[in-house]
């Protein structure tokens, strides 16, 4: 385990695809903008994110997504 929060792993998965040129992000709080800011500014995770993929359609597809 690297201890890393969700936010951290998440970014880490996504800078380490070497055909991501940017990363477009959505807050809505100075809070979750300095979150964001403070997980960008730490290493990349090396892990197997193979561990962490997801098959199941109904959550892969936003357009499955329930509205709250």
């Known amino acids: 385990a690297c201890g890393c929060t ?3 792993m998440a970014l880490s ?3 380490s695809q070497p055909m991501v040129d ?3 992000c959505g807050v809505h709080s100075v ?3 300095k979150a964001l800011l403070e997980a960008f500014s730490k ?3 090396k892990t197997d994110y193979e ?3 997801l098959s ?3 959550l892969l597809n936003p ?3 329930p509205l709250v």
């Open 63 to 65: 357009a499955n997504w």
């Open 56 to 58: 199941d359609t109904r």
């Open 13 to 15: 998965f996504v800078r």
């Open 22 to 24: 940017k990363i477009v």
């Open 31 to 33: 809070a979750q903008f």
């Open 43 to 45: 290493p990349i995770v």
């Open 6 to 8: 969700p936010l951290e």
């Open 51 to 53: 561990a962490f993929s």
